[in-house]
Every structure is written in structure tokens, then in C-alpha cells.
């Protein structure tokens, strides 16, 4: 393992981008280094795929969608016509 020192500023933008990825820096930093070992683009990290759209079957894909679907509570009341007016979204603005 390499170690590197950062001014504490850097530092804290690397970590922020990294957390709004949902990673830790390194594992951040190790996604960015992967496509210079590689020569994979940048937005698709060695071992890593696109989306998970792009590693399932059209049909794993439909049965995965449908379970998501089913899932939900059909008992949900539905909102009025008068509840999602925009009058009533946007009192303020009459």
C-alpha cells in the first residue's frame, strides 16, 4: 500500500466526493486509478458493470421489475382530484 499526504483541504473535497459516491476514499480513489492499469473507461471500473440493467437478462430484468411491483401495498388510498390540484400544491401562488 502507497501512501500520499494531502494538504488537510484536498483532503476533506476527496473524502466529500467520495461519500457522495457512497464510498470510502480509498475504494474512491481505487475506482479512479482502475481504468489507468486497465485502459477500461472511467465510467465503467475494471470487475465492475455499468448498471445492474447491464448484468441481468431481459427476462431476470422483467421477473426482478415485477417482484419490486408486487411488492407494494395495493391498499394504499389514492389521493383526490381536489388533493393533487394545483391550487391546493401551490396555495402561494393563487
Sequence with gaps: MTVIELPDEQATALKAKAAAS???????????????????????????????????????????FEAWVDSHDRTTPLLSDEAISRDNIYPDRI
Design 22 to 64: 457512497g464510498l470510502t476514499l480509498e475504494a474512491w480513489l481505487k475506482q479512479l486509478a482502475a481504468p489507468e492499469v486497465t485502459g477500461e473507461p472511467l465510467d465503467q471500473p475494471a470487475g465492475r458493470p455499468r448498471s445492474l440493467q447491464d448484468e441481468l437478462t431481459p427476462e431476470e430484468w422483467v421477473r426482478q
